[in-house]
């Protein structure tokens, strides 16, 4: 059980390369563009349900899958985090509530109300990691900590950019960027987890 969020990690990536490769088109500086542009197409463009070159989109099925086994595995982690904790506090069910509240407003990414979906769950998201953040370092996990601190600076950059437009064709690599960083805080979270309950 404790595995199943890597799981969910290894399977998002898995499917996301997928739908990178089956995706007709097209980005908000390249429309005209064949197939999936690392450097211009965020990744939030193979959800939808037609490509911005105006075709139906072939990749939306892997990444809505994608999507679904990551929420899915780190809604588990989540559940299970207070855990790693040796000294419950309200600051841990705090990282517990609004960490699977943000997970589960995430679910919903593919659906026609992005920008609302990005605002909630970016709301309850960095509320999650950086009290995640403090939590660790109050516990002893420093590198974990200064990880998390790391993700949600990003984070805000990311949230600063889309907001405001400044240095938006720099986005989708940022975003890419943020994401190698929060999975791989998840899976640092997930392995610190398994090794606790498994040798206590």
């Known amino acids: 059980?404790?595995?199943?969020?890597?799981?969910?990690?290894?399977?998002?990536?898995?499917?996301?390369?997928?739908?990178?490769?089956?995706?007709?088109?097209?980005?908000?500086?390249?429309?005209?563009?064949?197939?999936?542009?690392?450097?211009?197409?965020?990744?939030?463009?193979?959800?939808?349900?037609?490509?911005?070159?105006?075709?139906?989109?072939?990749?939306?099925?892997?990444?809505?899958?994608a999507l679904f086994a990551l929420c899915s595995g780190l809604v588990l982690l989540w559940f299970y985090l207070p855990l790693l904790f040796v000294k419950r506090s309200k600051l841990h069910y705090l990282v517990w509530s609004t960490g699977i509240v943000a997970l589960l407003i995430l679910f919903l990414m593919g659906t026609h109300n992005h920008d609302l979906i990005v605002r909630l769950s970016g709301l309850f998201g960095v509320t999650a990691i950086l009290t995640c953040s403090m939590a660790l370092l109050r516990d002893g996990f420093r590198l974990l900590g200064n990880l998390g601190i790391t993700c949600f600076a990003v984070f805000l950059l990311n949230y600063f950019i889309y907001e405001t437009g400044i240095s938006i064709t720099d986005l989708p690599v940022i975003q890419k960027v943020t994401f190698i960083l929060c999975l791989t805080w998840f899976t640092g979270l997930n392995y610190a987890l398994i090794r606790k309950l498994e040798n206590p």
């Open 1 to 65: 059980m404790l595995r199943l969020p890597l799981l969910g990690v290894i399977c998002f990536l898995i499917l996301y390369v997928l739908a990178a490769l089956s995706y007709p088109g097209g980005s908000a500086t390249e429309p005209t563009f064949v197939g999936f542009d690392f450097w211009s197409n965020y990744l939030c463009d193979l959800l939808d349900e037609f490509a911005v070159n105006g075709e139906l989109n072939s990749a939306r099925f892997h990444a809505r899958a």
